[in-house]
């Protein structure tokens, strides 16, 4: 079955960058988009970005541009996002999320990963 | 960017009894690309509806989806002691896509 594995907590000061990893099995890595999610402490789910994992492109929610960098690693079957420049509200869990036809953003979902920012 | 308005925010039912959930656009989605997600506390999101009435693979058919344009509803027909949790919309259309605020529905 379809598993993504992110993975673990982290917790940085504020200017540092946080990279999370996202591990996909049980389907073919190439054929369909990875979007990145967060969901800070009792907020509603934002959407980041994404990247087609069969070529690289990436698009980015204005928000991050300049802070969010989203790659993949076609042999490890692994999606990573970067996000530099932390501040304390970016305090939050990160989910990976693949994607569907006509940029559905989840149809299956990571377990999430904590992120914590603080001084 | 387009803003999705959830109403309630809160909805107390009983199981067994019936759930309507709206989800209003600030702006219509682009070929109905909307979305229903459940999550409940602790977890990731799980996807139920996509294309505003699609159910994904392995979702009851008590979950289903209505609407165009900018107004859709997720409706449960017959609450079961699983299904009370926080629903979010998303669309898909316009990037950025973007989420709604959320309903919970909690057990009266």
């Known amino acids: 079955q379809v598993q993504l594995v992110q993975s673990g907590a982290e917790v940085k000061k504020p200017g540092a960058s946080v990279n999370v990893s996202c591990k996909a099995s049980?389907?073919?890595?190439?054929?369909?988009?990875m979007h990145w999610v967060r969901q800070a402490p009792g907020q509603r789910l934002e959407w980041m970005g994404w990247?087609?994992?069969?070529?690289?492109?990436?698009k980015y929610s204005q928000k991050f541009q300049g802070r969010l960098t989203i790659t993949r690693d076609t042999s490890a079957s692994t999606a990573y996002m970067e996000l530099s420049a932390l501040r304390s509200e970016d305090t939050a869990v990160y989910y990976c999320?693949?994607?569907?036809?006509?940029?559905?953003?989840?149809?299956?979902w990571g377990q999430g990963t904590l992120v914590s920012v603080s001084s | 960017e387009i803003v999705l308005t959830q109403s309630p925010g809160t909805l107390s039912l009983s199981p067994g009894e019936r759930a309507t959930l709206s989800c209003r656009a600030s702006?219509?989605?682009?070929?109905?690309?909307l979305a229903w997600y459940q999550q409940k506390p602790g977890q990731a999101p799980r996807l139920l509806i996509y294309?505003?009435?699609s159910r994904a693979s392995g979702i009851p058919d008590r979950f289903s989806g209505s609407g165009s344009g900018a107004d859709f509803t997720l409706t449960i027909s017959r609450l079961e002691p699983e299904d009370f949790a926080v629903y979010y919309c998303?669309?898909?259309?316009?990037?950025?896509?973007?989420f709604g605020g959320g309903t919970k529905v909690e057990i009266k």
């Open positions: 702006q219509s989605v682009s070929s109905n690309y």
């Open positions: 294309g505003a009435s």
């Open positions: 999320a693949r994607g569907g036809s006509g940029n559905l953003c989840g149809l299956n």
């Open positions: 990247i087609n994992a069969a070529n690289g492109n990436t």
């Open positions: 998303q669309q898909y259309g316009s990037s950025p896509f973007t």
């Open positions: 049980g389907y073919t890595f190439t054929s369909y988009a």
